[in-house]
Structure formats: C-alpha cells, structure tokens
C-alpha cells in the first residue's frame, strides 16, 4: 500500500511565502512611498476642507465680479471676446493654477518645522524624492479641480466650453504651468529658512505677475516696456493659448495666439516656452533637493 508523504510544516511555510509574497523591486517602493505620502495629504485636505473650498470659490468670485464689472464694456475692446468674462477665463484658470502651485512649499515647510520632515529623511526609504512626488501629484490633482470649476462655471455664464480636443489642452497647459512652479516652490521650501520669509515670497511674486500678464488685459492695451515684461512672464504662454482656444475651434499648433513685440507667437511656440520653463525649473532645483535629501 503507498504512502502519502506530506512536507514538513516549515518547509510547506516557506514554499507558500516564496509564491505568495514576490520580492519587492526599488520601483515598486518608491510607488507605495508616493502613495502613502500622497494619501497622508489628502487625509489633511479631508480633515481642512475649508482649504479646497477656498480655492474653489475665490476664483469664481473673481470670474463673476470681474466680468461683472466691465459687461458695458464695447464689444471688440479685447480682441475676438464677445464679452470680458469670456476674456478673462482662460486668465483665471492660469492664475489659479499658479497660486496653487506657488503654495506647494507650505506643507514642506510646516514639516520642516514640526520636526516632521527629518522623521521622513531619517526612514528607510526607496528614494526620498518620493516626499517631492507626493506634493506634486497632490498640488496637481488641485489645480485641476479648480480648473474644471472655473470651466463649468465659465460655461454657465455664457462663455462658451471648447470642444474635447481643446479641453485637453487646456488641462495639458495647466499641468505644465503647476508642475513647473510646484518645483520651484518647493525648492523655495528646503532653502529658505522658515515659513514667514516663503509667504512672504508669495505675496510678493503674486500680483506682480498677474498684472504683468495678459490675464487681465490684452497685451495691446500696455504700455511698451508692460508689452515686453509680459512677454517674459511665463503666465502669458499660458494664458494666450486657451484663451485663442476658447475663442477658435479650427486651431492648430500653428495658429498665431498673440502678437508680441518681438513677432507673432504661435501655439505650437507657446507649448515649447512652458517645456523649457518646466526643464529651467527642474534643473535649477535639482541641485538643492540632491543636498537637502541626501
């Protein structure tokens, strides 16, 4: 008569282990690092609501109080508009998207202060760039909520909604105009010494670079040395191109979006500024997140 062997305990253990739990890679780590860190500021964002609110109901007040007050203006004063809240929406969606962005460095800083911050560089952690990734998917995922906002309500108030191709482009530009100002913000955050001196910084590079943009006025209305300011302010090839896109349905990258003192600016020219505003950004960061993380 046979016999059925059966494995020693033990051994049926390490057998089941090696099948059922895979070694984990450096890639897998630094995603479930990411997620976590993400989470852990969602969770905040869940516990102080009153933040995404605000960040919600500012812009639209804005979009409603500003064209509001200049709906007596005569049409054809700002360009192909057919009226100032159409202008302006593509102006508050940039500037949005960038105050958000440019306060990405406050939570950092906040877990600089606490002591948090170090808890995190002393962890054993796949790539501590995850704490950078973190605040960047999080900041992201808020300006895009806050974009889609002022788009609904844009369309609400009669200023048309592109077709889906230039929604695209419009959620394509936003993205790259956070990404690159969440760098720098949060490089802002690891060099600067504690939060007064980062607020400080935002109130102080806020408002300049919204009036000197196209936000709030076609760039025909400045004044010649205003005309050459806003065409090195990154926010106008941001601002010109989904504004053209909310106002043409037939663009292309090589539409003609604004007339700059230079020459004319194409879409296609626009999208390549804000890349190498990305790529500047980027590079010029590196160097401080490599020390600070280390």
Same mark, same amino acid.
């Given at each position: 008569?046979?016999?059925?062997?059966?494995?020693?305990?033990?051994?049926?253990?390490?057998?089941?282990?090696?099948?059922?739990?895979?070694?984990?890679?450096?890639?897998?780590?630094?995603?479930?690092?990411?997620?976590?860190?993400?989470?852990?500021?969602?969770?905040?964002?869940?516990?102080?609501?009153?933040?995404?609110?605000?960040?919600?109901?500012?812009?639209?007040?804005?979009?409603?109080?500003?064209?509001?007050?200049?709906?007596?203006?005569?049409?054809?004063?700002?360009?192909?508009?057919?009226?100032?809240?159409?202008?302006?929406?593509?102006?508050?969606?940039?500037?949005?998207?960038?105050?958000?962005?440019?306060?990405?460095?406050?939570?950092?800083?906040?877990?600089?202060?606490?002591?948090?911050?170090?808890?995190?560089?002393?962890?054993?952690?796949?790539?501590?760039?995850?704490?950078?990734?973190?605040?960047?998917?999080?900041?992201?995922?808020?300006?895009?909520?806050?974009?889609?906002?002022?788009?609904?309500?844009?369309?609400?108030?009669?200023?048309?909604?592109?077709?889906?191709?230039?929604? $695209? &482009? #419009?959620? +394509?530009?936003?993205?790259?105009?956070? %990404?690159? *100002?969440? =760098?720098?913000?949060?490089? !802002?955050?690891? /060099?600067?010494?504690?939060?007064?001196?980062?607020?400080?910084?935002?109130?102080?590079?806020?408002?300049?670079?919204?009036?000197?943009?196209? $936000? &709030? #006025?076609? +760039?025909?209305?400045?004044?010649?040395? %205003?005309? *050459?300011? =806003?065409?090195?302010?990154? !926010?106008?090839? /941001?601002?010109?191109?989904?504004?053209?896109?909310?106002?043409?349905?037939?663009?292309?990258?090589?539409?003609?979006?604004?007339?700059?003192?230079?020459?004319?600016?194409?879409?296609?020219?626009?999208?390549?500024?804000?890349?190498?505003?990305?790529?500047?950004?980027?590079?010029?960061?590196?160097?401080?997140?490599?020390?600070?993380?280390?």
């Amino acid at each position: 008569m046979s016999r059925t062997i059966t494995p020693p305990q033990s051994e049926f253990k390490d057998q089941v282990g090696a099948i059922a739990l895979p070694k984990s890679t450096p890639l897998s780590d630094f995603i479930q690092e990411t997620l976590a860190l993400t989470r852990r500021l969602f969770i905040q964002l869940q516990r102080r609501p009153s933040t995404l609110a605000a960040g919600i109901i500012q812009p639209l007040m804005w979009l409603v109080l500003f064209g509001a007050l200049f709906q007596n203006a005569p049409q054809g004063l700002f360009g192909d508009s057919a009226s100032y809240g159409q202008f302006l929406g593509a102006g508050i969606i940039v500037f949005t998207a960038f105050g958000g962005a440019l306060n990405a460095g406050l939570p950092v800083m906040f877990d600089r202060e606490f002591g948090f911050l170090n808890r995190l560089l002393v962890a054993p952690l796949a790539s501590r760039f995850s704490i950078v990734m973190a605040s960047a998917i999080f900041i992201t995922t808020l300006s895009l909520i806050q974009t889609a906002a002022i788009v609904v309500m844009s369309a609400f108030l009669g200023s048309g909604l592109p077709n889906a191709l230039g929604l $695209a &482009l #419009v959620g +394509l530009i936003v993205l790259m105009l956070v %990404l690159a *100002v969440t =760098a720098l913000s949060l490089g !802002l955050a690891f /060099a600067l010494p504690g939060h007064i001196e980062l607020i400080a910084v935002i109130f102080v590079t806020n408002l300049p670079l919204l009036f000197a943009s196209t $936000a &709030l #006025v076609p +760039l025909s209305f400045m004044p010649k040395w %205003l005309q *050459v300011v =806003a065409t090195l302010n990154p !926010l106008s090839y /941001a601002i010109e191109p989904i504004r053209y896109v909310y106002l043409h349905s037939d663009w292309n990258l090589g539409s003609v979006v604004v007339q700059a003192p230079w020459g004319a600016v194409t879409m296609g020219t626009s999208l390549l500024i804000l890349l190498g505003f990305n790529v500047v950004a980027f590079l010029a960061i590196q160097p401080l997140l490599k020390r600070t993380l280390a």
